[in-house]
């Protein structure tokens, strides 16, 4: 198995971010009463990035939370004696909003279960949509995204790495093979 295959480039992952927001513009008919809500930390990057296409196309401004799952995951204890918990910041009343959920990639569907435990705490969204740029299957949990960048088939032997500017330095996704 080849150890790095990149899978998006900077272009690439450009076009499916214009792409997924035209999307969501479409499905939800508009951008009224749309809220963006991102899974930390690539997924944050990733709804400013969406909202920024949107407002292009829209005008108008898109409300943008932050969410970090780390307190509502189910395998808590398994991943450190002292989980970092990153911040959570939803600045605004999500009760009756059209709510698109945000998230790098979309695996087993726990990291999104814990995103919808931890956004009901806030109130009641009209509805939530699950936008992920990238889509590698191996489902543990009846979860699926409503928008997506790019599905891509994985093996369990292997990780997806989303890297972007604004952390990264860099705009690409790749696969790469763990050590087994």
Known sequence: MDPKRIVMDKEEMARAIK???REIIEKARGAKDLAFIGIQTRGVYLA???AKEIVKAEKG????GIL?????????????RQPVVKETDIPFDITDKRVVLIDD??????????????????GRPKSIQLAV??????????????????????????????RMEEADDIDQVMLIGKEG
């Open 19 to 21: 792409r997924m927001a």
């Open 61 to 64: 401004k898109i409300p943008i």
């Open 68 to 80: 970090d799952i780390t307190l509502y995951r189910d395998d808590l204890t398994n991943i450190a």
């Open 133 to 162: 740029l990238i889509d590698r299957g191996h489902r543990e949990l009846p979860i699926q995204a409503d928008f997506v960048g790019k599905s891509t088939t994985t093996t369990l032997a292997e990780e997806v790495l989303v």
């Open 105 to 122: 990639v979309l695996f087993a569907g726990r990291t999104i279960r814990a995103a919808l435990d931890a956004i009901i705490d806030f």
């Open 48 to 50: 400013q990035r969406l």
